[in-house]
Nanobody
């Protein structure tokens, strides 16, 4: 049974940083991908960043490029999202997700419909 558990959310002021973690269990890392998504109140869930499980490919939404970094530590079965220069518009519930198979294309990796497994989410609130 695949389980994804996010942590690291919280409240910060604009310009601050947070690092989200996603602890993964029961998942096959072979030729798969992991992603971070977010959903603000009244908005659709959107892809933020994705990484192939071999760590060779990463992709980002334009809105976070240069500020967020996705990484993974396979020895710890954990995926991270380092978020710097946070803005109030980054406020959302952040979800970790995992695919069942993977196409190494940005459009595919940032589409929520391509992810089979989801965590419960961790809230990030950025105040101005």
């Amino acid at each position: 049974q695949v389980q994804l558990v996010e942590s690291g959310g919280g409240s910060v002021q604009a310009g601050g940083s947070l690092r989200l973690s996603c602890a993964v269990s029961g998942y096959s890392y072979s030729r798969n991908c992991m992603g971070w998504f977010r959903q603000a109140p009244g908005k659709e869930r959107e892809g933020v960043a994705a990484i192939s499980t071999d760590g060779r490919n990463t992709h980002y939404a334009d809105s976070v490029k240069g500020r967020f970094t996705i990484s993974q530590d396979n020895a710890k079965n954990t995926v991270y999202l380092q978020m710097n220069s946070l803005k109030p518009e980054d406020t959302a519930m952040y979800y970790c997700a995992a695919t069942d198979g993977c196409i190494m294309q940005r459009w595919w990796l940032l589409s929520r419909s391509n992810y089979a497994y989801w965590g419960q989410g961790t809230q990030v609130t950025v105040s101005s």
